[in-house]
């Protein structure tokens, strides 16, 4: 941190890192090392999923709102997804937009999940009605899908991010 900040002592690095402790930007872990907290960490982006078809997988204010927090209620069970197509347009989640997704095999029914069908991924409205399970689409110009062989809730879509 020395070099990098241009600093000749160690002390001078010990006052700037425990000012930074003090304004929440690191902490320390039970053995002492340094961590971020959630002011600087990001969620990761993990890839992209189709909103059509089913495909393969593939200067410091005290006065601020961290997206994080939020968005987000299990950090470690929790990623983004950019959507890819329209067939969840009129949940008003469109293409280009990001998708806050939390990990989890279950869902209640009407929830909007992202789901492995017949191994492949999309992302619709979960729908179980008397123990027959399909997905939902938002536009209507895409039909339901009903799973033939194999049916996976792989997480929940918990929000929307879109940039205008």
Known sequence: MM??????SKNAVARLVEKFIDAGIVAKDSLGRL???DLITN????????????????????DTLNIDSFLI???SSTYLLKVDGDSMID?????????VAERTDTARDGQIVIAEVDGEYTMKYYRNKNG??????ANKDFAPI???????????VKGVIRKY
């Open 35 to 37: 961590i971020p907290t």
């Open 132 to 137: 027959k399970i399909w997905l939902d689409p």
């Open 146 to 156: 009903y799973p033939e062989h194999s049916f996976f809730i792989r997480a929940v």
């Open 73 to 75: 209620q299990k950090k």
């Open 43 to 62: 969620t990761p982006l993990l890839g992209s999923v189709k909103a059509g078809f089913p495909s393969m997988a593939e200067e410091m204010s005290f």
């Open 91 to 99: 949940a008003h989640i469109a293409d280009g937009d990001l998708v």
């Open 3 to 8: 070099r990098l900040f241009g600093y000749k």
